[in-house]
């Protein structure tokens, strides 16, 4: 993911302790489900104000009476922030003082109340290892001339472009192309039929104040190396501003998560339902490898990715995995972009 600084794959220094990876991922893989920015509406005929389709359908799924809340939105609209905040205090109004957790009878437990929007992470994350059999493979790749080439530019394109040079836009063109040459990776199962998509719109995981939310770059396969840059960090920064829309949510086809930037050095992602795979990408060390039978201190990383095994099989995964690597492993300082 990307971290609370912008950092990306992270970089060469003693990793942090590994995360909690099924539960990190977990929450990246509900974004999707969890965020939703109120539509700005117009008032109706009847002279109310119109309710966005994400505050019904809330509304609706919690079974809650709207002319209980106050709107904070424009000309007093109501919400999904409303509704959350409504359905917050109305679930520890009645058995939580402040918001301490709470000490079972015996002492030696606690209880943590579920807020909606874990409530709907957990709901999300069932139906994903329930209804899509998850594979996994890794795979190790040598970036020491990505990272020479990522060094090299990194403040010249600081100084011409306004943004951060990280890690990911490198990984996003070398996924993109691994996608067309691999679409069944692209894609969704039809029960009767693979449904192949034409557009490639990744998702991309980013901690925000409120959890990781799971943004999408569309059709980033027609975007530079310098266009995914700025397309990473206006995500990343909106995210964290709480200012995503909820086109900036939707129509992802493939999710890619940085676990590396929270010192993960290897994790087991759960598939962002419906999507076909998810891949991570892990913190780049540099440890002693074996090339031409001497010992050589490289900058290596690991490459993860979980498939719905209905669409593809080992074969394929394998097939993927290599090109991913074999594209991330050519990219130099004399690279051409």
């Given at each position: 993911?990307?971290?609370?600084?912008?950092?990306?794959?992270?970089?060469?220094?003693?990793?942090?302790?590994?995360?909690?990876?099924?539960?990190?991922?977990?929450?990246?893989?509900?974004?999707?489900?969890?965020?939703?920015?109120?539509?700005?509406?117009?008032?109706?005929?009847?002279?109310?104000?119109?309710?966005?389709?994400a505050v019904r359908r809330l509304a609706r799924e919690h079974d809650?009476?709207?002319?209980?809340?106050?709107?904070?939105?424009m000309g007093g609209r109501i919400t999904r922030d409303d509704v959350?905040?409504?359905?917050?205090?109305?679930?520890?109004?009645?058995?939580?003082?402040?918001?301490?957790?709470?000490?079972?009878?015996?002492?030696?437990?606690?209880?943590?109340?579920?807020?909606?929007?874990?409530?709907?992470?957990?709901?999300?994350?069932?139906?994903?290892?329930?209804?899509?059999?998850?594979?996994?493979?890794?795979?190790?790749?040598?970036?020491?001339?990505?990272?020479?080439?990522?060094?090299?530019?990194?403040?010249?394109?600081?100084?011409?472009?306004?943004?951060?040079?990280?890690?990911?836009?490198?990984?996003?063109?070398?996924?993109?192309?691994?996608?067309?040459?691999?679409?069944?990776?692209?894609?969704?199962?039809?029960?009767?039929?693979?449904?192949?998509?034409?557009?490639?719109?990744?998702?991309?995981?980013?901690?925000?104040?409120?959890?990781?939310?799971?943004?999408?770059?569309?059709?980033?396969?027609?975007?530079?190396?310098?266009?995914?840059a700025h397309a990473v960090a206006d995500l990343a920064q909106r995210?964290?501003?709480?200012?995503?829309?909820?086109?900036?949510?939707?129509?992802?086809?493939?999710?890619?998560?940085?676990?590396?930037?929270?010192?993960?050095?290897?994790?087991?992602?759960?598939?962002?339902?419906?999507?076909?795979?998810?891949?991570?990408?892990?913190?780049?060390?540099?440890?002693?490898?074996?090339?031409?039978?001497?010992?050589?201190?490289?900058?290596?990383?690991?490459?993860?990715?979980?498939?719905?095994?209905?669409?593809?099989?080992?074969?394929?995964?394998?097939?993927?995995?290599?090109?991913?690597?074999?594209?991330?492993?050519?990219?130099?300082?004399?690279?051409?972009?």
């Open positions: 993911m990307i971290g609370p600084t912008g950092g990306g794959a992270g970089d060469e220094s003693p990793p942090a302790p590994p995360p909690e990876p099924a539960a990190a991922l977990a929450a990246s893989l509900a974004a999707q489900v969890a965020i939703e920015t109120p539509m700005v509406t117009a008032p109706g005929r009847d002279g109310r104000t119109r309710l966005s389709p809650v009476d709207l002319s209980l809340i106050t709107g904070t939105g959350l905040k409504y359905l917050d205090t109305k679930d520890l109004a009645p058995a939580v003082v402040a918001t301490q957790p709470q000490p079972s009878d015996s002492g030696d437990e606690e209880y943590l109340p579920l807020t909606p929007v874990r409530r709907m992470i957990a709901e999300a994350m069932v139906r994903s290892v329930s209804q899509i059999p998850h594979a996994w493979s890794t795979v190790e790749v040598d970036v020491t001339s990505l990272v020479a080439a990522r060094t090299a530019m990194r403040e010249s394109f600081r100084q011409r472009e306004g943004v951060d040079l990280t890690y990911l836009p490198f990984v996003l063109r070398a996924l993109v192309e691994t996608l067309k040459e691999n679409p069944t990776f692209n894609a969704t199962w039809g029960e009767d039929k693979i449904v192949l998509k034409k557009r490639l719109n990744i998702g991309l995981a980013v901690a925000a104040p409120n959890g990781l939310v799971v943004p999408v770059i569309h059709n980033a396969d027609r975007l530079s190396l310098s266009g995914l995210a964290r501003d709480n200012k995503l829309t909820i086109d900036d949510v939707q129509g992802g086809t493939f999710t890619l998560n940085n676990t590396g930037a929270l010192g993960s050095v290897v994790s087991q992602p759960i598939i962002n339902y419906p999507q076909a795979a998810i891949m991570t990408t892990e913190a780049v060390q540099k440890r002693p490898v074996v090339i031409n039978d001497a010992i050589a201190i490289r900058s290596m990383m690991n490459l993860c990715m979980s498939f719905d095994h209905r669409i593809n099989d080992g074969a394929e995964s394998s097939a993927f995995m290599q090109s991913m690597k074999r594209r991330l492993e050519e990219i130099g300082p004399d690279s051409a972009w």
